[in-house]
């Protein structure tokens, strides 16, 4: 069975409309973007299209990509006192002359709506509410939606990244599962995807989970976004291991959309306070 994420983020970004009307909510994100990376122009254009379906605001700050540390400085701090801006976005990577992590942690993490800053996410780790990073909430409500129980299934989470692997880990541990964590360093791959009742892939290699490292019934998540002779193909080999998989996410239209609703979600959550 396909995991369908485009059609539970449409439902769920629906929901997300309806609310912000009948709320009267006002929401405004400013999304920060230093250079013109193409890839980062296109993910920046879908958040902005994605928050004005639902009725949110978006004001971008396109800055230029030579832009001095205390200047985009100066841009986070004005945005954290502007009464005005409920979520902060800073669209990553930065270019190399500045520190990802150190303007991460400038943005308030009360208007951090990616969920990055080292409060945020150390909250996650002590249980404490908080607001999670996009993708691994996604794949979450994902399997909510599919009423997808993981108590004690042995999963495998491939990649150890700060804003996948990791909070995916923990989100899963929280439920029950039993995870594991392979990443580079890991000797035998096989050896923990052949046992692995669910898969998530955060690796960023095209179709690197083949048929033969997977069980039958297996539950694969796919959160690679890799460019393919021209195609977006995920970490899985789709076309052989769904004829294995209980349930996966294709790529493109699984866990894309269900990142962007979380993002979206995330400062509806803010606003609220919750
Ligand atoms: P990242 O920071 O580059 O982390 C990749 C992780 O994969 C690292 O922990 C790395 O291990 C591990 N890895 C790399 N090659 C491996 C291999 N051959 N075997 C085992 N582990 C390997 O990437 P990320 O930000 O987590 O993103 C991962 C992928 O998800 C990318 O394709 C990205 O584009 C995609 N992504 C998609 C969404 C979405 O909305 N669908 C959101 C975010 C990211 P080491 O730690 O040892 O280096």
Redesign the pocket.
Known sequence: MILDGKMVADLRNEELRKKIIAENLKLTTAIILVGSNPASLVYVKNKIKASKKVGINTKLFNLDETISDAELTKVITNLNNDNEIDGILLQLPLPKHLDDDKFINLINPLKDIDGFTTINQGRLFQKQPTIVSA?PQ?IINLLNHYKIDVTGLDAVV????Q???MPIAKLLTDLNATVTI?????KD?SKYTKKADLIVA????PK?ITANMVKEGVIIID????RLNDKLVG?VDFDEVSKKAKYITPVPKG??PM?INALLENIYKIKRGV
């Open positions: 993708t996604g491939i990649g150890r990244s804003i996948v692997g392979c990443h580079t360093k890991t791959l955060a690796v960023g290699v690197m959160v690679g976004i890799n970490d866990v894309g990142t």
